[in-house]
């Protein structure tokens, strides 16, 4: 179905009477009282934007429009309405099982319509641990019901579900099954809600999401079916942890080096993130103690170098440091702009400790992603730099250190030298003579 042809209605009154779900956060949002009034002036605003050329209509809200609390009757009935006035050829609505019955179905039979129903997995035990708050047999009435009623079934599935030890095998189960009872399904990538319940199985390290290879290769053997629609991302994902569970970061140790919200930023930059396009060339740059890290004397001063340089947009900056690789663009997100590493706490089995954990970091990153040149400035003696020296000697690329080790002898113990004038002028030498090649 082309975009022309069909029209989107966000359902946003009351909430899901369940919202237990755990993997659900779009269910807790309180929507506007659930009133006829309220509803239906809703479904005007909405139909003004409906012309002859819309020709389906889906409702989308994280709930149920057969449920009165949350879409009253009396709307439900203008919605059928409007739909016979617009001559709308289809309408498709989300539903959980326990309000699909032949009542609530007899506002439509005069309309071609499909029901959605997240299933999620066809597993008693696993939609009793997820919350789901109904059965397999449960979704099974609920179909016939709805085929009964001449209407269509169309149900998510999760390609990925928690608590499950297989999830391959998991999958294949719930897509056998459910092609059974629907028309058509939709096979989803789950992500992390911020607000889901589910977030502390991913902040633990305990579940997280595939990647477009896994997801792909799991869902390969359906892509040819016309009744199965394959959905990577249903919303544009990043890590976002919820502000009660962000906790303090400080303390050059151990635990601040493999912190668990450290490790699913840096599994995102390596299997979720793609570089800007333009950004061709990779600078990578120590850390600061001042957050964000453009705001520091030392970052501040190289940029003033580099920034009005023709080939600036080209460089993508990339800062090494103790929660990892952390690319320019996500300076200021949490925890990259929230954490403390004092250099003097450092002790030499710790140091080692940095350099092995930091090193595979970047190899994982520079295995992902491919620039055309690399270069550096750091310190020669800097833990960041040694890691990256070896995580580019064993992947045979070329590092080009912007840093000129001939004035190194020559700072003072007091003097930060990489934004001394001559270095960084020898900076600004090489880079220049790296970029025109």
């Given at each position: 179905?082309?975009?022309e042809t069909?029209?989107?209605?966000?359902?946003?009154?009351?909430?899901?009477?369940?919202?237990?779900?755990?993997?659900?956060?779009?269910?807790?949002?309180?929507?506007?009282?659930?009133n006829?009034?309220?509803?239906?002036?809703?479904?005007?605003?909405f139909?003004?934007?409906?012309?002859?050329?819309?020709q389906?209509?889906?409702?989308?809200?994280?709930?149920?429009?057969?449920?009165?609390?949350?879409?009253?009757?009396?709307?439900?009935?203008?919605?059928?309405?409007?739909?016979?006035?617009?001559?709308?050829?289809?309408?498709?609505?989300?539903?959980?099982?326990?309000?699909?019955?032949?009542?609530?179905?007899k506002?439509?039979?005069?309309?071609t319509?499909?029901v959605?129903?997240?299933?999620?997995?066809?597993?008693?035990?696993?939609?009793?641990?997820?919350?789901?708050?109904f059965?397999?047999?449960?979704?099974?009435?609920?179909?016939?019901?709805?085929?009964?009623?001449?209407g269509?079934?169309?149900?998510?599935?999760?390609?990925?579900?928690?608590?499950?030890?297989?999830?391959?095998?998991s999958?294949?189960?719930?897509?056998?099954f459910?092609?059974?009872?629907?028309?058509?399904?939709v096979?989803?990538?789950?992500?992390?809600?911020?607000?889901?319940?589910?977030?502390?199985?991913?902040?633990?390290?305990?579940?997280?999401?595939?990647?477009?290879?896994q997801?792909?290769?799991?869902?390969?053997?359906?892509?040819?079916?016309?009744?199965?629609?394959?959905?990577?991302e249903?919303?544009?994902?990043?890590?976002?942890?919820?502000?009660?569970?962000?906790?303090?970061?400080?303390?050059?140790?151990?635990?601040?080096?493999?912190?668990?919200?450290?490790?699913?930023?840096?599994?995102y930059f390596?299997?979720?993130?793609?570089?800007?396009?333009?950004?061709d060339?990779?600078?990578?740059?120590?850390?600061?103690?001042?957050?964000?890290?453009?705001?520091?004397?030392?970052?501040?001063?190289?940029?003033?170098r580099?920034?009005?340089?023709?080939?600036?947009?080209?460089?993508?900056?990339?800062?090494?440091s103790?929660?990892?690789?952390?690319?320019r663009?996500?300076?200021?997100?949490?925890?990259?702009?929230?954490y403390?590493?004092?250099?003097?706490?450092?002790?030499?089995?710790?140091?080692?400790?940095?350099?092995?954990?930091?090193?595979?970091?970047?190899?994982?990153?520079?295995?992902?992603?491919?620039?055309?040149?690399?270069l550096?400035?750091?310190?020669?003696?800097?833990?960041?730099?040694?890691?990256?020296?070896n995580?580019?000697?064993?992947?045979?690329?070329?590092?080009?250190?912007?840093f000129?080790?001939?004035?190194?002898?020559?700072?003072?113990?007091?003097?930060n030298?990489?934004?001394?004038?001559?270095?960084?002028?020898?900076?600004?030498?090489?880079?220049?003579?790296?970029?025109?090649?």
């Amino acid at each position: 179905m082309s975009s022309e042809t069909s029209k989107t209605f966000i359902l946003k009154s009351g909430k899901c009477s369940w919202s237990n779900c755990i993997y659900c956060g779009y269910g807790k949002i309180e929507g506007f009282e659930a009133n006829t009034e309220n509803v239906n002036r809703d479904l005007d605003g909405f139909f003004k934007i409906v012309d002859s050329t819309t020709q389906t209509i889906k409702i989308f809200g994280s709930g149920s429009l057969l449920d009165e609390k949350q879409f009253p009757k009396e709307s439900r009935d203008y919605l059928a309405q409007l739909c016979k006035t617009h001559k709308i050829k289809t309408l498709l609505f989300e539903s959980r099982p326990e309000f699909i019955t032949d009542d609530s179905l007899k506002t439509f039979k005069d309309i071609t319509y499909t029901v959605a129903i997240g299933l999620e997995v066809a597993d008693n035990d696993t939609l009793k641990q997820i919350k789901k708050g109904f059965t397999i047999t449960q979704y099974e009435k609920a179909t016939e019901t709805i085929h009964n009623n001449n209407g269509k079934v169309r149900t998510y599935l999760l390609v990925n579900p928690p608590y499950v030890k297989d999830i391959q095998a998991s999958l294949d189960t719930s897509v056998d099954f459910a092609l059974k009872h629907s028309d058509s399904i939709v096979l989803i990538n789950l992500y992390p809600h911020s607000s889901a319940e589910m977030i502390k199985l991913y902040l633990d390290l305990k579940w997280k999401p595939l990647d477009i290879k896994q997801f792909e290769n799991m869902t390969d053997k359906w892509k040819t079916n016309k009744k199965v629609e394959l959905d990577f991302e249903t919303f544009t994902f990043t890590p976002r942890i919820p502000e009660k569970l962000k906790c303090e970061l400080k303390g050059a140790n151990e635990k601040n080096l493999t912190h668990p919200y450290y490790e699913i930023w840096q599994d995102y930059f390596q299997r979720f993130y793609t570089p800007p396009k333009i950004k061709d060339t990779i600078l990578f740059l120590p850390c600061a103690f001042r957050k964000p890290y453009s705001q520091s004397r030392t970052h501040k001063d190289i940029l003033k170098r580099i920034q009005n340089m023709h080939f600036y947009a080209r460089l993508h900056q990339v800062m090494i440091s103790n929660p990892g690789i952390i690319p320019r663009e996500f300076e200021s997100k949490y925890p990259f702009a929230h954490y403390d590493w004092p250099e003097w706490q450092e002790t030499a089995d710790l140091k080692k400790i940095y350099i092995e954990i930091t090193q595979k970091r970047i190899e994982n990153y520079l295995k992902a992603h491919k620039y055309k040149k690399y270069l550096c400035y750091f310190k020669p003696e800097s833990e960041s730099y040694i890691a990256l020296k070896n995580a580019c000697k064993k992947l045979d690329i070329n590092l080009v250190q912007l840093f000129d080790k001939t004035l190194y002898e020559e700072k003072m113990p007091e003097t930060n030298i990489l934004i001394e004038r001559r270095t960084l002028d020898a900076m600004v030498t090489l880079l220049k003579k790296e970029m025109t090649k």
